[in-house]
């Protein structure tokens, strides 16, 4: 296991976003995690934060509605990445939406983000389609690719 993982509180809002703006090109902004980050188990959105011995380094926001999942963002800290990290948030949340009754998991990732894409397909997601012109890049838009994994 390697860390802790455990319900983000309100506290945790700007290292989320710190690590976030380091990973992604169009990182949320503090007042985008404040949902997620009501330290509620069974809130709409939720986030989990993974812990080890120098502090946050991970975190995933997910939600619920019903039988269904989300993932809405992952991040994990550079420094901390290639370790499994990100796979145990996504396995940890999988877990925890099956619990809570969601029959399945959808998600949208950058067609670029490669790192991601052989995550979620090595955690048995789907390929289900694209949505054109989705995510801003610097010099224009990328495709975001919608994938699932029943759970």
């Not at 991040?75 to 948030?89: E, F, S, T």
């Not at 950058?110 to 397909?121: E, F, K």
């Not at 694209?130 to 890049?137: L, S």
């Amino acid at each position: 296991m390697p860390g802790n993982i455990r319900l983000a509180r309100p506290d945790d809002i700007d290292v989320l976003a710190d690590i976030d703006a380091l990973v992604n090109s169009s990182a949320w902004r503090p007042s985008q995690f404040a949902a997620a980050c009501s330290g509620v188990e069974r809130a709409i959105e939720s986030a989990l934060v993974l812990e080890t011995v120098g502090g946050v380094c991970g975190f995933i926001v997910v939600s619920r509605v019903l039988d269904e999942g989300c993932i809405h963002n992952l991040a994990v800290h550079p420094a901390q990445q290639g370790r499994g990290m990100g796979r145990y948030l996504v396995a940890t949340a999988l877990d925890s939406m099956r619990q809570q009754g969601a029959r399945r998991c959808l998600l949208e990732v950058r067609a670029s983000n490669s790192a991601a894409r052989g995550l979620y397909g090595a955690l048995d997601f789907q390929l289900d389609g694209e949505r054109k012109n989705y995510y801003p890049t610097g010099n224009g838009r990328e495709d975001a690719l919608l994938m699932s994994k029943e759970l």
